[in-house]
């Protein structure tokens, strides 16, 4: 696509610029997404299967990987930890707490949740240690021996 040219003077030049209503493309772009939103038909079933990803950072040090994912209120047994050669993936599914009286406002989330990381090395699968402490799981994943650092000494 051409751009106007802008002379000196501020005039325009049109080269290949075919002139439009300057609101038409935004008009374009949301039918699409509209079409697209559609598309989807979410159902009350469908709903139902959506997750959520808690919060989590992923650091490296030279020797491993460490994720902290928040998980509030959830217990050991309710939460998965599975690594691959280059993934990581903590799911698991946090049950609504009965309440007494209405519930007048929502912020947390609940029902199943899945956080997935991409590791970019190889890691030692067989020595991954998770922990939980206070509300956040920590996955310490140690690096596997090619993908440290290692210094070269230049000679010559």
Request: proline fraction near 6%.
């Amino acid at each position: 696509m051409n751009l106007p040219i802008r002379h000196r003077h501020g005039g325009l030049l049109e080269r290949g610029f075919p002139w439009q209503e300057p609101t038409a493309e935004f008009e374009d772009l949301f039918e699409r997404m509209n079409r697209f939103m559609e598309s989807l038909s979410l159902t009350p079933s469908s709903i139902e299967r959506m997750t959520w990803a808690p919060l989590a950072d992923m650091h490296e040090t030279d020797d491993t990987y460490k994720v902290e994912c928040e998980l509030p209120g959830m217990k050991r047994e309710d939460i998965e930890v599975e690594i691959t050669e280059h993934d990581l993936r903590i799911s698991g599914e946090l049950k609504e707490r009965e309440r007494e009286g209405v519930l007048r406002r929502r912020g947390r989330p609940t029902g199943r949740f899945e956080y997935r990381a991409l590791l970019p090395a190889d890691v030692k699968a067989e020595e991954v240690q998770a922990a939980l402490s206070d509300g956040v799981l920590t996955v310490t994943i140690p690096k596997a021996q090619a993908a440290k650092p290692r210094h070269i000494e230049i000679k010559g």
